[in-house]
């Protein structure tokens, strides 16, 4: 069975504080990525990763960044969070291939006050 | 990036009724697709893909269109539990990129 995990389900923030969000797959898939979901937007993608070190912007990269040094591990991190950020995010993983679904983890719910 | 679009809803369906969704793409090169189900503050998870001649799975039935560039999901005998938010997906670029999700559309069986 598939497993994405997030490190936290949820997490409060102050303004300006810095935030680590940590996705890690156990499938060995190349690609990862990294979700935002505010209602009536959808999920938007932020940044995603095809191979270790590797990394590519997405739709919505201003104020992110990311970090793959291994294979299974796809961080995302606020440097200076503000209230705007305020959101789900959803990490997910899949493998390279034409039919093959996207894994999702189970999400971190992020309040920036 | 290309967009995928679905009504929002919600819709209203009372319990035991038929009901279908669409879901348009406007990138014509797109590969796969896929319907995706997410319940409330949970993540989004597969309910079936979507291919070129179609494909069944007990209750759900969904539907390719490539000339109309579109896909379809039809929901037979509704039930309670399948109260919830469908997601299409699609595929467009070589699979490093990942899907573009619609925005969903809003489900409510009423009894």
């Known amino acids: 069975d598939v497993k994405v995990t997030q490190s936290s389900r949820y997490l409060v923030k102050r303004t300006g504080e810095k935030v680590f969000l940590e996705c890690v797959q156990d499938?060995?898939?190349?690609?990862m990525f990294w979700y935002r979901q505010d209602p009536g937007l959808g999920l938007r993608l932020i940044y995603f990763?095809?191979?270790?070190?590797?990394?590519e912007k997405g739709d919505i990269p201003e104020g992110y960044s990311v970090s793959r040094e291994k294979k299974e591990r796809f961080s995302l991190i606020l440097e200076s969070t503000s209230t705007n950020q305020t959101s789900m995010y959803l990490c997910?993983?899949?493998?390279?291939?034409?039919?093959?679904?996207?894994?999702f983890g189970p999400g971190t719910r992020l309040t920036v006050t | 990036r290309k967009e995928v679009e679905q009504d929002p809803g919600p819709f209203n369906v009372p319990e035991g009724a038929t009901v279908a969704f669409n879901c348009t793409y406007s990138?014509?090169?797109?590969?796969?697709f896929f319907w995706y189900r997410q319940d409330c503050r949970k993540e989004p998870k597969l309910l079936m893909s979507?291919?070129?001649s179609g494909n069944e799975d007990g209750r759900f039935t969904a539907q390719l269109n490539r000339a109309s560039q579109y896909i379809s999901l039809l929901i037979r005998d509704s039930k309670l539990s399948d109260s919830a938010t469908y997601l299409c997906?699609?595929?467009?670029?070589?699979?490093?990129?990942?899907?573009?999700f619609g925005k969903g559309t809003h489900l409510i069986i009423q009894p």
């Open positions: 997910a993983s899949r493998p390279t291939g034409g039919f093959d679904e996207q894994y």
């Open positions: 499938m060995d898939h190349e690609n």
């Open positions: 990763s095809y191979d270790v070190k590797m990394k």
């Open positions: 997906a699609v595929l467009s670029g070589g699979g490093a990129d990942g899907l573009t």
């Open positions: 990138n014509s090169a797109s590969q796969s």
């Open positions: 979507v291919y070129s």
